[in-house]
């Protein structure tokens, strides 16, 4: 975890194209630190890469910072293969680009203390972190008081907690389940060590039946694997992640280490027809390494500790959701409704996002003023092709507030689609003022001009564009050099 986020150093550098799009990306250093270029079609884009994600035991990741903008790169170095392919979710990906603005929940289990700025999607204060790697706290909660008194009880101690506020310290980072709730007016950033998860958010999961066929691993599921394993079923919960690994040291012989780790509970229960009995390398055997379905050229070790290597199938299509663990009685309806509709939008499951609305209709009866609910609502009926009525509801939502930049985005959209171009045009207006690196705001704008036959716009708005992207435009090729 100390390792987890941090400003670039000796990196490897390379160049390879994407066979998919035809682009040639290129990475090399000079006196100004790391570069990654990216060269399609003639025109030439230099990145200066800001900071790096990971420790690169699987992969190190990239984000560039564009103005007060943090973006991801496309591509990853993989360290199992020793050289860079296209970062997990951009291999297909026809126009790879970095544009994939790095929001403030992701960087949460990626850096010690991020700064972002309020009420925008991927804004950041300069510098962008006060801690860049994870750091004490995260596990252990606010150091202040310990530091005023350091004896024992003055700081958490994750182990001698209750089993949901123990869980959640991992939980926060180590389960992304199928959907991520908040409940009303909180914040991820809100959790503290020491306390359930579901004060904050509610986790919630795929409930599928036991014999159905396992699915390929994913990368923040180690929580959930390990939950179905026989060894924590029949543990009556006593095996938690602390019970493997030690958080403050890395094994230096991790056989050994976690065979130890295994035989604390399995000793003398080995026969000699066991391969390699007491000293067998259990974790090889029994939590094999695997691709992981969204973590690209990487492998991962399976949590699900199976007696023997199970062979892996098609699940079927995502159904019933469940929460982790239940969040207060007063929110579960609601919690529950967001929970749908967010798996509906993120897996573009139609009849995901249909059992949302309808359940969040029941719920809008006792939450009519909640901007999740409301935005929720006017998004699904969005994608139904119902433009007005999702227009009217994003409006209500700004009128709830806060007035951001994604707020008007969503309203011109809805506007647009509904062949009001005047309400779309002056949402989308309002929106690139907030946030010129808005990208999908200008988008839709740069339509709304044409529609309008404004030429002229079209040409003043790529011009804030690029003023706002500064050195990092594109540029054209004759003029580019390393």
Not at 381 to 404: I, V
């Given at each position: 975890?100390?390792?987890?986020?941090?400003?670039?150093?000796?990196?490897?550098?390379?160049?390879?194209?994407?066979?998919?799009?035809g682009?040639?990306?290129t990475?090399?250093?000079n006196?100004?630190?790391l570069w990654?270029?990216?060269?399609r079609?003639?025109?030439?884009?230099?990145?200066?890469?800001?900071?790096?994600?990971?420790?690169?035991s699987?992969?190190?990741g990239?984000l560039?910072?564009?103005?007060?903008?943090?973006f991801?790169?496309?591509i990853?170095?993989?360290?199992?293969?020793g050289r860079?392919?296209?970062?997990?979710?951009?291999?297909?990906?026809?126009?790879?680009d970095?544009?994939?603005?790095?929001?403030?929940?992701?960087?949460?289990c990626?850096s010690?203390?991020?700064?972002p700025?309020?009420?925008?999607?991927?804004?950041?204060?300069s510098?962008?972190?006060?801690?860049?790697?994870?750091?004490?706290?995260r596990?252990?909660?606010?150091?202040?008081?310990?530091?005023?008194?350091?004896?024992?009880?003055?700081?958490v101690n994750?182990?001698?907690?209750?089993?949901?506020?123990?869980?959640?310290?991992?939980?926060q980072?180590?389960?992304?389940?199928?959907?991520?709730?908040l409940?009303?007016?909180?914040?991820?950033?809100?959790?503290?060590?020491?306390?359930?998860?579901?004060?904050?958010?509610?986790?919630y999961?795929?409930a599928?039946?036991?014999?159905?066929?396992?699915?390929?691993?994913?990368?923040?599921s180690?929580?959930?694997?390990?939950?179905?394993?026989?060894?924590?079923r029949?543990?009556?919960?006593?095996?938690?992640?602390?019970?493997?690994?030690?958080?403050?040291?890395?094994?230096?012989?991790?056989?050994?280490?976690y065979r130890?780790?295994?035989?604390?509970c399995?000793?003398?229960?080995l026969?000699?027809?066991h391969p390699?009995g007491?000293?067998?390398?259990?974790?090889?055997?029994?939590?094999?390494?695997?691709?992981?379905?969204?973590?690209?050229h990487?492998?991962?070790?399976?949590?699900r500790?199976?007696?023997?290597?199970?062979p892996?199938?098609?699940?079927?299509?995502?159904?019933?959701?469940?929460?982790?663990?239940?969040p207060?009685?007063?929110?579960?309806g609601?919690?529950?409704?967001?929970a749908?509709?967010?798996?509906?939008?993120e897996?573009?499951?139609a009849?995901?996002i249909?059992r949302?609305?309808?359940?969040?209709?029941?719920?809008?009866?006792?939450?009519?003023?909640?901007?999740?609910v409301?935005?929720?609502?006017?998004?699904a009926?969005?994608?139904?092709?119902?433009?007005?009525?999702?227009?009217q509801?994003?409006?209500?939502?700004l009128?709830?507030?806060p007035?951001?930049a994604?707020?008007?985005?969503?309203?011109?959209?809805?506007w647009?689609?509904?062949?009001?171009?005047g309400k779309?045009?002056?949402?989308?207006?309002?929106a690139?003022?907030l946030d010129?690196?808005?990208?999908?705001?200008?988008?839709?704008?740069?339509?709304?001009?044409?529609?309008?036959?404004?030429t002229?716009?079209v040409?003043?708005?790529?011009?804030r564009?690029?003023?706002?992207?500064?050195?990092?435009?594109?540029?054209?090729?004759?003029?580019a050099?390393?």
């Amino acid at each position: 975890m100390a390792h987890s986020l941090r400003r670039p150093g000796k990196e490897p550098e390379g160049s390879f194209e994407h066979a998919a799009s035809g682009t040639e990306f290129t990475i090399y250093s000079n006196q100004d630190g790391l570069w990654q270029r990216m060269e399609r079609d003639g025109t030439i884009s230099d990145y200066h890469v800001d900071y790096v994600v990971g420790s690169g035991s699987h992969a190190s990741g990239y984000l560039v910072r564009i103005g007060d903008h943090l973006f991801q790169s496309p591509i990853c170095f993989y360290t199992r293969l020793g050289r860079y392919d296209m970062a997990p979710g951009s291999e297909e990906t026809r126009d790879p680009d970095f544009v994939r603005a790095v929001t403030l929940e992701c960087l949460l289990c990626h850096s010690g203390q991020p700064l972002p700025i309020e009420d925008t999607l991927n804004e950041y204060r300069s510098p962008a972190f006060a801690r860049e790697s994870i750091s004490c706290d995260r596990c252990h909660g606010d150091p202040a008081r310990h530091l005023q008194r350091p004896l024992p009880g003055s700081i958490v101690n994750p182990a001698k907690l209750p089993l949901a506020a123990r869980n959640s310290v991992c939980e926060q980072c180590h389960l992304k389940g199928v959907a991520r709730v908040l409940n009303p007016s909180r914040r991820f950033q809100d959790f503290r060590p020491g306390e359930p998860l579901e004060q904050v958010f509610t986790i919630y999961t795929a409930a599928l039946p036991p014999d159905t066929p396992r699915e390929a691993l994913k990368v923040i599921s180690q929580s959930e694997q390990l939950a179905l394993s026989l060894c924590a079923r029949q543990s009556k919960a006593r095996l938690w992640c602390g019970t493997c690994h030690d958080p403050h040291a890395s094994a230096k012989q991790p056989s050994e280490y976690y065979r130890a780790r295994c035989l604390g509970c399995h000793q003398g229960k080995l026969s000699d027809s066991h391969p390699g009995g007491a000293k067998g390398d259990c974790v090889s055997c029994h939590m094999a390494k695997q691709n992981a379905k969204d973590g690209g050229h990487s492998v991962f070790t399976d949590h699900r500790i199976s007696r023997r290597p199970a062979p892996e199938g098609q699940p079927p299509e995502l159904g019933e959701l469940a929460a982790w663990r239940e969040p207060p009685s007063a929110l579960r309806g609601r919690n529950l409704a967001l929970a749908y509709a967010q798996a509906g939008f993120e897996n573009d499951s139609a009849s995901q996002i249909v059992r949302g609305y309808h359940m969040l209709l029941e719920v809008q009866r006792s939450f009519p003023n909640d901007p999740a609910v409301v935005n929720a609502l006017a998004q699904a009926l969005l994608d139904a092709r119902q433009p007005l009525e999702a227009a009217q509801l994003f409006e209500r939502a700004l009128q709830l507030g806060p007035d951001t930049a994604t707020a008007e985005g969503n309203a011109g959209r809805a506007w647009m689609q509904a062949g009001q171009i005047g309400k779309a045009r002056d949402h989308l207006e309002r929106a690139v003022k907030l946030d010129p690196l808005l990208l999908s705001a200008a988008v839709a704008l740069v339509q709304v001009y044409r529609q309008e036959g404004d030429t002229g716009r079209v040409g003043e708005l790529g011009q804030r564009v690029r003023d706002a992207l500064g050195p990092s435009a594109p540029q054209d090729a004759s003029s580019a050099g390393p």
